[in-house]
């Protein structure tokens, strides 16, 4: 079992940048597969990114693609978001996420993840 807590959200202006950090409890965080989900008011959660166990494979959302980067130290056992270029429309709760039996075709899936963190608020003001 893994606990997950967010770090890192707040407030910023469009085109700024901020980094989330997600520190996992545990000694076997690099057995799991890692993503990042956010959820607007009024919306339903949708995938962000996500990163192999290792970190060597990582998949964004189309609309997040070029200005996000997820990452991860299991050394630390932390991934992190690094968002930059940020838009109005990312404004949102982001969340962590862990599963230790992911395949890559799973890692957008939110359904598939077992582990979930308390999330942490984004918001870009224009």
């Known amino acids: 079992q893994v606990q997950l807590v967010e770090f890192g959200g707040g407030l910023v202006q469009a085109g700024g940048s901020l980094r989330l950090s997600c520190s996992a409890s545990?000694?076997?965080?690099?057995?799991?597969?890692m993503g990042w989900f956010r959820q607007a008011p009024g919306k339903e959660r949708e995938f962000v990114a996500a990163?192999?166990?290792?970190?060597?494979?990582?998949m964004y959302e189309d609309s997040v693609k070029g200005r996000f980067t997820i990452s991860r130290d299991n050394a630390k056992n932390t991934v992190y978001l690094q968002m930059n270029s940020l838009k109005p429309e990312d404004t949102a709760v982001y969340y962590c996420?862990?599963?230790?039996?992911?395949?890559?075709?799973?890692?957008?899936?939110?359904?598939?993840?077992?582990?979930w963190g308390q999330g942490t608020q984004v918001t870009v003001s224009s």
């Open positions: 996420a862990a599963d230790s039996a992911l395949t890559r075709q799973l890692m957008s899936i939110i359904r598939a993840y077992e582990y």
């Open positions: 990163v192999s166990r290792g970190g060597g494979s990582t």
């Open positions: 545990g000694r076997t965080f690099g057995i799991y597969a």
